[in-house]
């Protein structure tokens, strides 16, 4: 990795803006930029300042850091609007927990009849340091999105407003699950700075989640950050 493919990858993020975009808000040649992607020649330091300042990055993320954690596994970066929504929620502490809570909160969904449940999941960061450090434990939730018409008597149901999130689609996401999605947390990542946008933190909101569903006998994962309007 190097600069050349930051260019290519910022450029991406950035609304997938072309060769000839770029060039003329460089005010360079397309050539130009071109020769920077294939790094045949490096840009002025006036330029490469010019570069961050556009892409919202440092001199050393462009120059210095691996950027590009997109590969063919990544596709459909978007921002998307999620309609209102009601869950149940189920938290698991263990080395393994993810497993332990998607198969807990599905075997529940079946138990009230829920045919085909829709699941999502997060990280749970309220564990002790001993937790982490001594046991190698930490945490996750999974969560059932309620069907519309279900009955919801003596159950703990929360709410999810209508959030505008970032979205990454991952193909085979399991194929190198402690690789593939970090990588997607970090991708979106680049991508909320890069378009100037902002995470919120608002009560009542998931602030990330992850879903996995199956199409065409093909395994995909939607990453989802919330952020401002």
Not at 46 to 59: D, H, Y
Not at 90 to 100: C, F, G, L, N, Q
Not at 135 to 141: A, C, S
Request: aromatic share 12%; proline share 4%.
């Amino acid at each position: 990795m190097g600069f050349g493919k930051n260019i290519q990858f910022l450029r991406m993020l950035h609304g997938r803006m072309t060769q000839e975009e770029l060039a003329e808000k460089m005010n360079v040649s397309r050539q130009t930029i071109s020769k920077w992607e294939l790094e045949i020649t490096f840009p002025e330091m006036e330029k490469a300042i010019l570069l961050c300042k556009l892409f919202s990055c440092s001199l050393d993320e462009l120059l210095l850091k691996d950027m590009d954690y997109c590969d063919e596994a990544y596709i459909n970066i978007r921002v998307e609007e999620v309609c209102p929504f009601q869950y149940v929620k189920y938290a698991v502490i263990s080395r393994e927990p993810e497993e332990d809570a998607i198969r807990h909160i599905e075997e529940w969904a079946e138990s009230f009849g829920i045919k085909k449940p829709e699941i999502i999941g997060w990280d749970f960061p309220c564990l002790s340091q001993e937790q982490i450090n001594v046991f190698h434990m930490h945490g996750y939730v999974a969560a059932c999105i309620l069907p519309e018409g279900f009955d919801k008597a003596d159950l703990e149901v929360h709410v999810q407003e209508k959030q505008l999130y970032a979205v990454i689609t991952i193909k085979d996401p399991f194929k190198d699950p402690f690789v593939l999605i970090p990588n997607a947390y970090k991708t979106l990542g680049y991508y909320i700075e890069v378009n100037r946008m902002k995470g919120t933190r608002e009560q009542g909101i998931l602030q990330c989640f992850e879903k996995t569903y199956e199409k065409d006998g093909i395994t995909y994962m939607d990453v989802s950050i919330a952020i401002e309007r």
